[in-house]
């Protein structure tokens, strides 16, 4: 039997995946920020998409879930807020972006 079409899977790949101030030095200067832009694109629009933060040991920081539909570039703003309601702390952070079995990783630094 020869195969004529290929079964979709119901999630978006992901193609590209940036954070901007990297590093995020949050303070009372002039170069200070409050928040982390994520920018990412998606080759497909579908549904599935999941965005984890995770802190130098591995913890679980913050996830999003974003809805993918009509665009193929989005944008996300992290208030710096964690899972727990805290401010994340200095360090070295990773970002995950994940749909299906396409994984697209970046580190980034926040600076207090």
């Given at each position: 039997?020869?195969?004529?079409s290929?079964?979709e899977?119901?999630y978006?790949?992901?193609t590209?995946?940036r954070?901007?101030p990297?590093?995020i030095v949050v303070?009372?200067?002039?170069?200070?920020?409050s928040?982390?832009q994520?920018?990412?694109?998606?080759s497909?629009?579908?549904?599935?998409l999941?965005?984890?933060?995770?802190?130098?040991?591995?913890q679980?920081v913050q996830?999003?879930n974003p809805?993918v539909?009509?665009?193929?570039?989005?944008?996300?703003?992290?208030?710096l807020?964690?899972?727990h309601?805290r401010?994340?702390?200095?360090?070295?952070?990773?970002?995950?972006?994940v749909?299906?079995?396409?994984?697209l990783?970046?580190?980034f630094?926040?600076?207090?």
């Open positions: 039997m020869i195969a004529t290929v079964e899977d119901d978006a790949i992901p590209d995946l954070v901007y990297n590093p303070g009372s200067n002039s170069r200070s920020s928040s982390l994520i920018d990412f694109q998606i497909e629009r579908k549904e599935r999941t965005i984890e933060i995770f802190n130098i040991k591995g679980l996830v999003f809805e539909s009509g665009e193929r570039n989005f944008t996300i703003f992290w208030d807020n964690t899972i309601g401010q994340a702390g200095s360090g070295i952070y990773l970002i995950r972006m749909a299906g079995d396409e994984v990783n970046r580190k630094m926040i600076v207090r």
